[in-house]
């Protein structure tokens, strides 16, 4: 509970004093009825001269607003720009979101003698009506302190993205594997929102419905394969984003280093946030089915904690057998088996148990079996590289061409997701016990000309299935459902492989701006979208980046620096193609500035050398607004949102976003210290006279991002 703070009256004015004399003594009263009788007081702004007081600053708020030449904007008044009236009001920045309220340790100020202060402000802060002499301006003691010296500034939520509902602002899809674990868990809420409709058969958000879509209408092979699959990607993210509104589907990397492209099977296989799992609140329900011994049951709570992780429902099963000495076999209606996928379901609802990845008939390797290879960074590159949208996406109707993209890696990846159930049994059965470490048997063919029948059949053996039912998920099919297109969407890992192939066509995008499809007003069923309208993904209010940081700031008062605390980067993160500092909904600044930037080195200023300096970053250049030319409201901040019907275009006073590049300082600290796992961002404002400026720049926030 908050401690409540005493408040001091309001003291009748006396006749013969000034205002000026009357504010000194009121927070001089204030101030004094926070000091414990003996104690030491220090010198205080309103103790000083009238000029000093009026340039007085606290962590970069201007005390007292600077007086604005006549305008025919009519703003806001100077005492509520004053940073003192907002302190002692308790209003952003000083509402205890940034700061806390005036006075600090003291008595809250009564609201008539704040009054009294606001409009002596107002009135041109007068010293004397009587003509009384300022005090000496030399035994000034006034401290302007800076925001650094307060505190840096936080990342919101260690890896969190900033989402903002406004123009000029892209949601982040983001890389699978740099995503920070709460942010995981809050995708798999939303995975299990829509899992939870599919009772509801005639809501359309719900999973079966969604998946039914790919099952009926996906393009494959010409050139609506990539925008047909960025409207479904978008659409499926939109039903998320109904029950978890920041969500966005995330990006798979396959390239990724611990992925060993070169050697996959001896590589991580599929993303962590998408292995098996048992997490500890489920053990207590797969208990009462499989009533473990002492010895199992402890067996298994080591599972949890550490989380141990595993890539297929035969790698669990096996290690059930070997590790935790449980006897359960393959069969569909072993209710040991039922009930332990059960609790990998409640444990991870992005694990999916018709999944068998890397697995492959008779141990072959996806080169051995398919007669694929995982796709490399070689080969992305190899395909980023061309340079017409037919080789690259697919040609059309008239030029009939499948593109690479579509290919390999697109196909590979759903064959390596899916891969083939190590304990299927031609025709339609199953092991009788897992074979755990021993190699399996290729299934045997079916006589004559039946076994190629029977293998085209079996990516499309879809009829009389009930998708996404319990009993579904219990089944033994020979491929896993991603191996299919016909069923590959029932699988959630379907969305972050697609995420990362419209990510690779965003990209291949900014390498050949003018390269298109050809028929770009064809309709892409079942929606309303033309090729054309998913051309341009900004539209569609998204980006890409490895991973993001943002570090909230506020509009509501002025700074003259940012210093940002060291920001955690790993292995993973490290690996990133660019960075990016990015300045979030900045106003029209009253005078044009520069803002220098600097990685790792938080004590910089205005006379911090640049040239040579491996920290310095880069610089951006803000032109100011200038002399006012309007009527009343001309320089107000528009808002957020126009009003209801209002159609025109948005307003010339709209704040603005600035990016700097940061890649070559940011590389090459990397470069010097191998062992760099934290970046520090520093922003100066820089006046034209080459000074800082401390109470010029306002800014929603900063933010750091990294790019693929």
Not at 25 to 53: C, H, M, N, V, Y
Not at 297 to 305: D, L
Not at 459 to 466: N, Q, S
Not at 663 to 691: F, H, N, S
């Amino acid at each position: 509970m908050a401690r409540k703070r005493s408040v001091v009256k309001a003291a009748p004015t006396p006749g013969p004093k000034t205002r000026y004399a009357r504010v000194k003594e009121i927070l001089g009263a204030s101030a004094q009825a926070g000091i414990k009788p003996g104690s030491s007081t220090t010198a205080r702004f309103w103790d000083a001269s009238l000029e000093d007081f009026k340039k007085a600053s606290i962590y970069g708020v201007r005390l007292i607003a600077p007086e604005q030449p006549a305008s025919c904007c009519a703003g806001e008044s100077r005492s509520a720009s004053s940073g003192l009236i907002k302190a002692l009001r308790g209003e952003a920045p000083f509402d205890g979101s940034r700061f806390p309220p005036l006075p600090w340790g003291g008595a809250a100020v009564a609201k008539a003698d704040i009054q009294l202060i606001a409009d002596w402000i107002d009135d041109g802060c007068p010293e004397d009506e009587r003509g009384n002499m300022p005090l000496d301006a030399a035994k000034s003691d006034i401290v302007h302190a800076q925001v650094i010296d307060l505190a840096e500034f936080e990342v919101r939520n260690a890896g969190a993205r900033r989402y903002a509902y406004r123009d000029g602002e892209p949601r982040q899809r983001a890389n699978l594997d740099c995503l920070s674990e709460p942010e995981v868990d809050e995708l798999r809420a939303a995975f299990r929102a829509i899992y939870d409709l599919d009772g509801r058969e005639e809501d359309r958000r719900n999973y079966n419905n969604q998946a039914l879509i790919h099952q009926n209408h996906c393009q494959h092979g010409w050139e609506r394969f990539l925008p047909w699959h960025r409207a479904y990607l978008y659409e499926f993210e939109q039903n998320l984003q109904d029950f978890k509104k920041d969500i966005m589907v995330p990006y798979w990397d396959w390239t990724m280093p611990h992925y060993k492209p070169h050697q996959p099977d001896k590589g991580c296989i599929i993303p962590q946030a998408f292995q098996a799992f048992l997490a500890p609140d489920v053990l207590d329900d797969m208990f009462t089915v499989l009533k473990p011994t002492q010895a199992q049951a402890k067996a298994f709570r080591a599972m949890t904690e550490p989380r141990m992780y595993f890539v297929s429902q035969q790698a669990f099963f096996c290690h059930v057998i070997d590790k935790v000495g449980y006897h359960v076999t393959p069969s569909p209606t072993d209710p040991n088996r039922q009930a332990m996928i059960d609790a990998l379901l409640a444990s991870n609802p992005l694990w999916y148990p018709l999944r068998y990845p890397a697995q492959y008939d008779g141990n072959q390797t996806i080169n051995q079996r398919i007669h694929y290879h995982y796709p490399t960074a070689e080969d992305i590159e190899q395909i980023l590289s061309l340079n017409n949208f037919r080789d690259f996406g697919g040609g059309n109707v008239y030029n009939a061409s499948f593109g690479f993209l579509d290919q390999n890696p697109h196909n590979t990846m759903h064959i390596w997701t899916g891969g083939q159930n190590p304990e299927f049994k031609a025709p339609n059965s199953f092991a009788s016990a897992y074979a755990c470490g021993k190699p399996m048997p290729d299934n045997p063919e079916l006589p004559g000309g039946q076994a190629l029948a029977e293998r085209r059949n079996l990516m499309v053996m879809v009829k009389d299935r009930k998708f996404h039912s319990r009993k579904d998920m219990y089944s033994q099919p020979h491929l896993g459902d991603m191996f299919s297109n016909l069923t590959a969407s029932y699988d959630p890992i379907f969305w972050p492989v697609h995420a990362n192939v419209d990510r690779l066509w965003w990209e291949w995008q900014m390498r050949n701006p003018t390269g298109a499809p050809y028929d770009l007003d064809s309709v892409l069923s079942p929606w309303s979208y033309t090729i054309r309208d998913m051309l341009d993904v900004s539209r569609f209010g998204y980006e890409y980046v490895r991973c993001s940081f943002f570090m909230p700031v506020g509009m509501e008062a002025p700074i003259g620096r940012f210093v940002s605390k060291p920001i955690k980067i790993n292995e993973r993160t490290k690996k990133f193609k660019k960075a990016e500092i990015r300045m979030h909904w900045v106003p029209q600044l009253a005078r044009s500035c520069f803002v220098r930037a600097f990685v790792n080195q938080p004590g910089a200023n205005a006379n911090t050398e640049i040239r040579d300096n491996p920290n310095y970053a880069g610089y951006l250049a803000i032109f100011g607004h200038g002399e006012c030319y309007g009527g009343p409201g001309h320089c107000d901040l528009p808002p957020a949102r126009a009003r209801p019907f209002d159609q025109r275009p948005r307003s010339h006073n709209m704040p603005r976003n600035h990016r700097l590049d940061v890649t070559k300082a940011v590389q090459r600290l990397m470069d010097r210290d191998k062992k760099l796992d934290e970046l520090q961002i520093t922003l100066l404002v820089i006046g034209v006279d080459y000074r800082e400026e401390n109470d010029l720049l306002r800014l929603e926030g900063v933010s750091l991002n990294l790019l693929d």
